[in-house]
């Protein structure tokens, strides 16, 4: 039997104990000290999924203060020209540095928007096996095929925004994803307000930012079961400032995600952290930090797996380091390694 304990993430919140395993699965979950030497103390937690990446900008050396539309917007924005100066290799190195330093902060997957047609998403699939990968098509006309050939690799399409895009375009592309059972997703009124009615109209499976979204088109997501993903970091370098405790008042469901890999580190206690910051100043309260951080990002990939640790689920596990008593912000402050159970393996995975 393996012990993991500390502050263990149950579906009746977090409780002080342990977790015991036996056989690659989750055989006991008691408050407590534990009956024997744990392998790792901390928040113990299923991995974290981070819910919005762009992972392989991660080697671009951004200077302070620019536009959105500058930085990001296709094709002209400074990532996008640096992107396609990326010969393979530095592309692969930027990928797979990425990943593991986001595996060793105690994700377990990350949805990435992927640029770069069927080839981008080739890439991002050869290094990192458990990448969620959102390809975006090359072709400024709506072709079939290309959207059938990135499917084929990746789990669904994101776009960038309606704003950028003809609308015609994106509903063809949407209605291909639905029609393959696959993801569909966009950034959604980042920068300006956008129509909201026409963006749920596709059916996306969660929409990215909503910094600048009426009331009322959070409530429409909210009444729509779609789930809002925020950027803190992201949103704070444009100054932009999310309205996170609507969006809960409201009833959506947040998850959080480090957006750029040039701009975030891969790490949910940063971006958590952020979170945080923003959601106390508009009179949240710390506890609404648990849901986003931890259960959100997983509720949106994972239906047929558990969010919280209950008996009899695989083993699959992250533990986050804090130090002294357990507190939320001490494991938000935590920078160390996060350490995960492997339940095939049976024991630690090194990063
Ligand atoms: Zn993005």
Excluded: W
């Excluded at 592309?91 to 330093?101: G, H, V």
């Excluded at 009322?216 to 809002?228: F, Q, R």
């Amino acid at each position: 039997m393996d012990v993991l304990n500390g502050s263990v993430l149950t579906v009746d919140g977090i409780i002080d104990g342990y977790v015991c395993i036996e056989n690659g699965k989750v055989a006991a979950v008691e408050e407590g000290k534990p009956p024997e030497k744990p392998l790792a103390s901390g928040m113990v937690i299923p991995p974290m999924v981070n819910a919005h990446t762009h992972c392989a900008d991660a080697g671009l050396k951004v200077p302070p203060g620019m536009a959105v539309e500058d930085l990001v917007a296709p094709p002209n924005g400074l990532k996008h020209v640096y992107l396609k100066g990326l010969d393979d290799r530095a592309l692969e190195k930027n990928i797979t540095e990425y990943a593991r330093s986001s595996f060793s902060n105690g994700i377990g997957a990350f949805i990435d928007f992927r640029e770069g047609g069927e080839k981008g998403c080739r890439v991002l699939r050869k290094a990192v096996r458990e990448a969620v990968i959102m390809g975006r098509p090359l072709s400024e006309e709506y072709d079939e095929h290309e959207i059938s050939r990135i499917l084929d690799v990746a789990d669904g399409i994101g776009l960038s925004s309606i704003s950028d895009m003809d609308h015609r375009y994106i509903e063809k592309i949407a209605d291909q994803v639905r029609t393959r059972g696959k993801l569909f997703s966009l950034h959604a009124s980042e920068r300006i307000r956008e129509d909201i009615d026409f963006i749920l109209s596709l059916d996306p499976a969660f929409v990215i930012h909503m910094t600048e979204a009426a009331d009322s088109d959070i409530l429409k997501c909210a009444e729509s079961e779609v789930p809002i993903v925020v950027c803190a970091r992201s949103n704070m370098y444009y100054r932009k400032t999310p309205p996170v405790k609507k969006m809960l008042a409201f009833g959506a469901d947040i998850a959080l995600g480090t957006d750029n890999a040039m701009m975030g580190s891969p790490d949910m206690r940063a971006e958590a952290s952020a979170f945080r910051d923003i959601l106390l100043s508009q009179g949240g309260t710390l506890d609404d930090v648990i849901g986003p951080m931890f259960s959100n990002g997983r509720k949106i990939l994972y239906t047929h797996k558990k969010v919280h640790i209950s008996v009899g689920m695989p083993a699959d596990l992250t533990v986050l380091p804090y130090s002294g008593e357990f507190s939320m912000d001490g494991v938000l402050r935590e920078r160390g390694k996060a350490f995960r159970y492997d339940p095939k393996r049976r024991n630690s995975i090194e990063f």
